[in-house]
């Protein structure tokens, strides 16, 4: 059974770091496109950040710069560095395995002073 678990949501105040890991297991994790989401209180799920299999990575245009996505496929995991934050990137956070229904359960990140 595939389960994707995220961690290192937490507050913090503008201008802050914070660094998510979401860790999969029981798949062949390498091979997958994985997607970061993020879903604020009444708004849509919108697509943050997307590391392929390769390492090519892709940036929603309000987060470049301030955000890097990476992988360590030895360890199934994918990260998400997210610095300079701003009230606006206050969401729960995401995992996604594109291309396949699984999610993980989501980590809350609030940006507040």
């Known amino acids: 059974q595939v389960q994707l678990v995220e961690s290192g949501g937490g507050l913090v105040q503008p201008g802050g770091s914070l660094k998510l890991s979401c860790t999969a297991s029981?798949?062949?994790?390498?091979?997958?496109?994985i997607d970061w989401y993020r879903q604020a209180p009444g708004k849509q799920r919108d697509l943050v950040a997307t590391i392929t299999a390769g390492g090519t990575t892709n940036y929603a245009d309000s987060v470049k710069g301030r955000f890097t996505i990476s992988r360590d496929n030895i360890k199934n995991t994918v990260y998400l560095q997210m610095n300079s934050l701003k009230p606006e990137d206050t969401a729960v956070y995401y995992c996604h395995l594109r291309l396949t229904t699984y999610w993980g359960q989501g980590t809350q990140v609030t940006v507040s002073s």
């Open positions: 029981g798949t062949f994790f390498s091979i997958y496109t």
